[in-house]
């Protein structure tokens, strides 16, 4: 037996979105250095958790504008097993047919981000599709010193970032920190997690939807704990100062954001408590 097919779709002005939903990871609380076991605990019980690593969401977003087809992110693909590659499936199910992407906006080159643009051969998984990538990210993974730099854990994620640049070759596009690389889409600098680690604004006004990559990870841990960052962030500092920023940003304003490690669809908005955060995903809500 298997769940319903995963996508939701989200009318924003001219464009349609569509949430996709690539499977889920298991992240144990281990990954946050800063995670005390007593208060890992103590959050993910008040989640109704169980007990052990927190399954999380890997989503990504199709948008629809005209005959225009674009993803932001392409989830990991056939690279982790049977809990993700679900995305070209998903697709297919939503009626968006792969062959008819012609863009790929990447928030940044983690495997779980950039591994679904190649099937199970190596090959694109998407063959009409350019790839955007912030400056700043493209130049970090391609720098030729970064294998014997980085830890052995990151050694995979070089070794898929740098796959999936050679099988898109020159249909791979960097753009700088806040440009349109697609008009209509603006990027978001939100450095920290990776050195170009990029969100996108679709909409303008009440009406926006701001995607905003991995901002988060664990929803109970850090929307109640901002500060913890991810073993896997390159500057943990930097990614928590992030966090806390776009949080305050995006309460203040009220924006409706989107990301790919809230629980599926990952669309919600964020409020301010006292001495904290907290997440209300959007009600569902039938088209037309």
């Known amino acids: 037996m298997q769940q319903a097919p995963a996508h939701y779709r989200i009318p924003v002005g001219e464009t349609m979105i569509t949430a996709l939903c690539d499977g889920y990871l298991d992240l144990p609380h281990a990954l946050f250095p800063a995670a005390t076991d007593e208060r890992a605990g103590e959050l993910a019980r ?12 890997v989503n990504a977003f199709a948008l629809e504008s ?4 674009v993803l932001i992110d ?11 590659g679900r995305l070209r499936q998903e697709m297919q199910l939503a009626s968006l047919d792969p062959a008819r992407v012609s863009a790929v906006l990447l928030t940044h080159l983690h495997t779980d981000h950039c591994g679904g643009l190649l099937d199970a051969t190596g090959e694109r998984a998407f063959p009409n599709a350019e790839v955007f990538v912030s400056e700043p990210e493209l130049r970090f993974w391609t720098d030729g010193g970064l294998p014997s730099r ?11 970032a740098n796959a999936v640049l050679r099988a898109y070759g020159n249909r791979v596009t960097s753009f700088g920190p806040g440009a349109e690389p697609i008009s209509g889409i603006r990027s978001v600098p939100i450095f920290g997690h990776t050195p170009g680690h990029t969100g996108f604004i679709i909409g303008s006004g009440d009406d926006a939807v701001f995607i905003w990559g991995d901002v988060v990870h664990v929803a109970p841990f850090q ?9 896997f962030d390159v500057d943990q500092a930097a990614a928590s100062a992030t966090r806390r920023r776009i949080f305050a940003q995006v309460a203040s304003d009220r924006m409706r954001i989107a990301g790919m490690h809230l629980a599926f669809p990952g669309v919600g908005h964020v409020v301010r408590d006292t001495t904290s955060y907290h997440y209300v995903p959007s009600p569902w809500r039938p088209l037309g």
């Open 223 to 231: 929307f109640a704990q901002p500060e913890w960052g991810l073993s």
């Open 74 to 84: 392409a989830g990991v693909g056939p690279l982790r097993g049977e809990s993700t």
């Open 46 to 57: 008040k989640a109704f958790l169980r007990p052990g690593p927190i399954p999380t969401a």
């Open 150 to 160: 980085a830890p052995e854990a990151m050694q995979p994620m070089i070794r898929i």
């Open 66 to 69: 005209g005959d225009r087809l």
